[in-house]
């Protein structure tokens, strides 16, 4: 099973910027995708951005222009840069990891324990 733990959020001001990180880690597995999720207070977890390398790359509509994906594959870890934060960015995010577990002989999907970010003056 791979573990991720995620990092970076917080209260930041409109028109702010943020950077969220996830690690992956555990045993004999190959990671095929990631993404970022995100769930508001009264509202369904969508999709942020997701990236399953190779430079191939999708983000909301909502999103596009401000966030942008990154990955390190050297260091299992993906990355979301959030600038010009708008109060309606305010979740919990939620990263999300595709991998082939090569012990288990299957893919795996996995979440991350979940990041609040708080934009408010």
């Known amino acids: 099973q791979v573990q991720l733990v995620e990092s970076g959020g917080g209260l930041v001001q409109p028109g702010g910027s943020l950077r969220l990180s996830c690690a992956a880690s555990?045993?004999?597995?190959?990671?095929?995708?990631m993404g970022w999720y995100r769930q508001a207070p009264g509202k369904q977890r969508e999709l942020v951005a997701a990236?399953?390398?190779?430079?191939?790359?999708n983000y909301a509509d909502s999103v596009k222009g401000r966030f942008t994906i990154s990955r390190d594959d050297a260091k299992n870890t993906v990355y979301l840069q959030m600038n010009s934060l708008k109060p309606e960015d305010t979740a919990v995010y939620y990263c999300?990891?595709?991998?082939?577990?090569?012990?288990?002989?299957?893919?795996?999907?996995?979440w991350g324990q979940g990041t609040q970010v708080t934009v408010s003056s």
């Open positions: 555990g045993s004999l597995f190959k990671i095929t995708a």
């Open positions: 990236t399953s390398g190779g430079g191939r790359s």
């Open positions: 999300n990891v595709e991998a082939m577990d090569f012990r288990l002989g299957r893919s795996t999907n996995s």
